[in-house]
């Protein structure tokens, strides 16, 4: 069965850092690309930043462009979101889920609907 396991989600300061990991288990992450969403109270889920199944491709919400890297570890079969210089509105429950495609492929960033194996989330609370 696949699953992903999101961590490293917690309370920080504005400006403050945090690193995400997305975990797999049950299945290797290299047959997959693999995105970042956030969903904040009220408001719809929103993809944050996507990465191919080589790293070869990323993207990145224009929100976050500049501040959030997105990376890889096929070793590891692990994914990771590096959040830096973090704001309130960066405030929500975030989850990483799989799409399936080549290796350079990742899709657009309003296309939530491919991607499945949605982990449970992890809290991301950026406030003084």
């Known amino acids: 069965q696949l699953q992903l396991v999101e961590s490293g989600g917690g309370l920080v300061q504005p400006g403050g850092s945090l690193r995400l990991s997305c975990a797999a288990s049950?299945?290797?992450?290299?047959?997959?690309?693999i995105g970042w969403f956030r969903q904040a109270p009220g408001k719809e889920r929103e993809g944050v930043s996507f990465i191919s199944r080589n790293g070869g491709s990323t993207n990145y919400a224009d929100a976050v462009k500049g501040r959030f890297t997105i990376s890889r570890s096929n070793a590891k079969n692990t994914v990771y979101l590096q959040m830096n210089s973090l704001k309130p509105e960066d405030t929500a429950v975030y989850f990483c889920a799989a799409a399936s495609g080549s290796f350079y492929y990742i899709p657009d960033l309003k296309d939530l609907e491919k991607f499945g194996s949605w982990g449970q989330g992890t809290q991301v609370t950026v406030s003084a």
């Open positions: 049950g299945f290797s992450l290299v047959s997959y690309a």
